[in-house]
């Protein structure tokens, strides 16, 4: 079956530090694949996404690129601020059809933490 | 403005009472979604619905109920019989894209406690 494996946290920064959160999928199918950023007390929000092979998805100086070959979707930011610090869950969307078209594979959550 | 809202923010309940929470949307989405999350942990999926009038139960629908009587609302009863029932729930929409994925889109969660 799907399924989505990211690196465990927590993962703790200093500012203006590179941060990569590692991503690997299993998929049957096409998959489209997610970054979300959830902060404390929050539902969670789109951060960024790509539909197909080497599409490069990015949002607020974040950026992830869609790895066909190694099924991989890292999440990758140049330079953290503070207010980077959030919980962050890659996802999938695999083509389907019936009843279980629409689920949508969640990685188990990655705690960032930034310090000053 | 389009989006997701759950009402209330925060729900207090006694044990052994039933509680019906929220969730309405209006960005015409077909697909909705209740998810549960514990402290420090992940998404797990109670229910989903792709249509009206129909839903499937998730990986621990066991003590919830929900019902999809109209397009723009899931709303999910927490039951007595759910033994931990105290966390935070999301509700969640989503759209069909053109690949034929789904992308998905949450409300700001409700953090229920039962005593």
């Known amino acids: 079956g799907n399924s989505v494996t990211q690196m465990e946290g927590p993962v703790t920064l200093s500012e203006e530090a590179f941060l990569t959160i590692n991503c690997t999928y299993t998929a049957t199918g096409y998959p489209s694949l997610f970054w979300y950023v959830q902060y404390p007390g929050e539902g969670l929000q789109l951060l960024l996404k790509?539909?197909?092979?080497?599409d490069k998805g990015s949002n607020k100086g974040f950026e992830a690129t869609y790895r066909k070959e190694t099924t991989s979707f890292h999440l990758e930011k140049g330079s953290v601020q503070v207010s980077d610090s959030a919980v962050y869950f890659c996802?999938?969307?695999?083509?389907?059809?019936?009843?279980?078209?629409?689920?949508?594979?969640f990685g188990s959550g990655t705690r960032l933490s930034i310090r000053p | 403005d389009g989006g997701i809202t759950q009402s209330p923010k925060y729900l207090f309940r006694k044990e052994g009472q039933n509680v019906t929470l929220s969730c309405e949307q209006n960005l015409n989405h077909d697909a909705m979604y209740w998810y549960r999350q514990d402290p420090g942990q992940g998404l797990r999926l109670i229910y989903y619905s792709q249509i009206v009038n129909d839903f499937q139960k998730g990986d621990i629908a066991e003590g919830y109920s929900v019902s999809r009587e109209k397009k723009e609302s899931f709303p999910l009863t927490v039951t007595s019989a759910q033994k931990n029932p105290t966390a935070f729930y999301l509700c969640?929409?989503?759209?069909?894209?053109?690949?034929?994925?789904?992308?998905?889109?949450f409300g700001p969660g409700t953090r229920l406690t039962v005593t």
């Open positions: 790509a539909t197909k092979a080497d």
């Open positions: 996802a999938l969307s695999d083509r389907g059809r019936g009843s279980s078209a629409s689920k949508i594979i």
């Open positions: 969640a929409s989503s759209t069909k894209t053109g690949f034929g994925t789904y992308e998905q889109y």
